[in-house]
T-cell receptor
């Protein structure tokens, strides 16, 4: 069975500082991995996805993620966060039927 | 780009009534759609897979008689919460792939917040 773990329930970061969100997965085959962002009361917006190829994936809004098979990880990073990055972030694995991690809430301090 | 539209965005209903939520693919055909449920401050859990022209496939623990899914056309899937109770209050989100296969872009609706009083 596939599963996703996001170890950090919430993270507080200062505006302009770097951000890294952790994601560990369990999947039987080559995983399809996703990062989504959700603002309060809103749907999901896809930040980036990994299917194959280059293990460093670039996404929208300045985000990137690195797939590390040996660590079963797909951590999300952003070099410099903006106040508008405050949201809930979900890592997911699967094909069309996605399994989501528990989410990480990001708070941005001015 | 491909868009998935959900309606309504929020609904309040009385306990015991039924509520229908629509999920439409606006510029592509979707033979399959997925329905998720999200409780406050929690993650999304897959409820069921909606299949055009056939019965929906429900995840373990999801009551099929309570959450009726109808995939009437290649662009519309509906989720009906029957005899709603306060514990059914949640955020319901649908998604649809533009193509079959794992590397197809997956588009999510903006969700429907259901409150049962």
């Amino acid at each position: 069975a596939q599963s996703v773990t996001q170890p950090d329930i919430h993270i507080t970061v200062s505006e302009g500082a770097s951000l890294e969100l952790r994601c560990n997965y369990s999947y039987g085959a080559t995983p399809y991995l996703f990062w989504y962002v959700q603002s309060p009361g809103q749907g999901l917006q896809l930040l980036l996805k990994y299917f194959s190829g280059d293990t460093l994936v670039q996404g929208i809004k300045g985000f990137e993620a690195e797939f590390k098979r040996s660590q079963s990880s797909f951590n999300l990073r952003k070099p410099s966060v903006h106040w508008s990055d405050a949201a809930e972030y979900f890592c997911a694995v699967g094909e069309n039927k996605l399994t989501f991690g528990g989410g990480t809430r990001v708070l941005v301090k001015p | 780009g491909a868009v998935v539209s959900q309606h309504p965005s929020r609904v309040i209903c009385k306990s015991g009534t039924s509520v229908k939520i629509e999920c439409r693919s606006l510029d592509f055909q979707a033979t399959t759609m997925f329905w998720y449920r999200q409780f406050p401050k929690q993650s999304l859990m897959l409820m069921a897979t909606s299949n055009e022209g056939s019965k929906a496939t429900y995840e373990q623990g999801v009551e099929k008689d309570k959450f009726l899914i109808n995939h009437a056309s290649l662009t519309l899937s509906t989720l009906t919460v029957t005899s709603a109770h306060p514990e059914d209050s949640s955020f319901y989100i649908c998604s649809a792939p533009t193509l079959q296969g794992g590397n197809s872009p997956l588009h999510f609706g903006n969700g429907t917040r259901l409150t049962v009083t």
